[in-house]
């Protein structure tokens, strides 16, 4: 009988160990797609926004729309899927990018499709308008003054629609589709932080990437963008048909504070959480650090923190803050303060510059040097990593099912081993 005990717990466990590893195989095999950006990014700098659109978010400063007709009070989910908050640009060596973030946390809505106008050359008096029914019959007016080469269909289910080119012949004049070659045209979807970092972090984009010689661009990319996008989920409406005005392919910073026009919040601000990147609410406007992919970007005597924010170098010696011109004073040199402590003292804050001011925080602010320009993971206030080897992501590889079932594996080890035992000793003592 002991024999027969022993037998089964066998079975059984090699049941369990065989059982273990097919979801460990799929678990590991299956790891979610990451985003993709320029320069082995997976996220856009600030520098890199092009448009700010209103949206039906609350408390969003750069104004209100209902794109579904319904009323603001109905900012449900499935219209958030369709309702483009902001839009990104960048150029390499070969490609342009274009990426834009709705206010759904995860996704863009299943019917969508963005289309991008491009003015290769920055001229309006030249190409055609975005009133563009050869793309989609929903293109029927243009609030820009025109003068675009090339317009790109991006569908929501991460596929290129088409590429069209404004040609006057054959006549009439109007938009053609682009035969597709070997050129690149890449489309992608999914969900990551939104750089401009208001209100909420994460949210579903859509992105492009699309050889340059396809649309007349180098990597200087001076040309004009107009982002637009069309829904046809019944009963949200016709889509975000204006995301935004249209705008420079290089972010306009018109009085060269090295912070982008467009992402100043145009009423000002009442709390911390309507600042972009992190920025602090002073007095009823946001103070905001020049973002930034590489020190480069910054303006001399400053550096690029791993979050993409330029910050004073500091240096000099010191003693107390008295004597660093609004840094801190850290191991005997004057440094920038860290978003979150406490070494601007009890009555004063860091602002995401890298410099103290008055007051406490007023809102859900910035995260410090916290985060990864480089398109790593961005830590906020209070967020810390946690957990040895098995606080894995199971999003990713699986890894925290895996050990739970390598626990269980050893758990059902230990006791088969243990009835062993005691079969064993029963048997000697019989």
């Known amino acids: ?51 700010v659109d209103a949206t039906g978010e609350t408390d969003w400063p750069y104004g209100q729309e209902d794109v579904a007709g319904d009323g603001l ?18 150029t390499d060596a070969s490609n342009f990018w274009l990426r834009t973030y709705v206010s759904a946390a995860d996704a863009v809505g299943p019917e969508v499709t963005v289309y991008v106008f491009v003015d290769a050359d920055a001229n309006s008096a030249t190409g055609g308008s975005a009133n ?34 404004w040609r006057k012949t054959p006549a009439p004049a109007g938009w053609q589709v682009v035969a597709a070659g070997n050129d690149t045209r890449v489309a992608e979807t999914g969900k990551d932080l939104d750089p401009i ?77 309507q600042c972009p990147q992190n920025g602090v609410c002073e007095n009823g406007k946001c103070i905001v650090a020049p973002p ?48 979150g402590g406490n070494e601007c003292g009890p009555d004063n804050r860091c602002a995401p510059d890298g410099r103290c001011v008055a007051g406490p925080a007023t809102g859900d602010g910035g995260n410090g040097d916290n985060g990864d320009a480089d398109g790593g993971i961005a830590l906020e206030p209070g967020e810390r990593v946690v957990g040895g080897a098995f606080h894995c992501s199971a999003g990713r590889a699986g890894g925290s099912e895996l050990a739970v079932l390598v626990l269980m594996g050893a758990a059902a080890i230990g006791t088969a081993s243990r009835r062993r035992r005691s079969s064993t000793s029963s048997k000697a003592r019989e």
């Open 132 to 165: 563009a029914i050869e793309a989609n019959a929903l293109l029927t007016n243009d609030p820009t003054v025109g003068g675009y080469e090339y317009v790109v269909g991006i569908r929501s289910n991460g596929t290129i629609e088409n590429v069209w080119q």
């Open 1 to 51: 009988m002991a024999r027969d005990r022993v037998a089964q717990d066998a079975s059984m466990l090699r049941r369990a160990i065989t059982a273990a590893a097919i979801v460990a195989t799929a678990s590991t095999t299956l790891p979610a797609a990451a985003a993709t950006w320029v320069g082995n990014r997976t996220t856009p700098s600030l520098r890199e926004i092009i448009a």
């Open 292 to 339: 930034c992919v590489t020190t480069a970007d910054c303006s001399a005597n400053q550096q690029c923190t791993n979050d993409g924010r330029c910050v004073p170098q500091g240096g000099g010696a010191c003693t107390s803050n008295d004597q660093c011109n609004g840094l801190v004073c850290a191991s005997g040199k004057c440094a920038p303060c860290t978003a």
């Open 197 to 273: 970092r208001v209100l909420t972090r994460q949210h579903g984009y859509l992105q492009a990437k699309i050889a340059l010689t396809t649309l007349g661009l180098t990597s200087v990319c001076n040309a004009h963008l107009y982002v637009r996008s069309v829904n046809k989920t019944a009963g949200l409406g016709n889509g975000d048909l204006d995301v935004g005005k249209a705008s420079a392919c290089v972010s306009v910073d018109s009085n060269g504070d090295h912070v982008p026009d467009i992402v100043v919040p145009p009423s000002g601000c009442t709390n911390d959480s």
């Open 73 to 90: 009070a109905n900012f449900k989910l499935p219209e958030q899927s369709i309702d483009f908050r902001t839009a990104y640009a960048a």
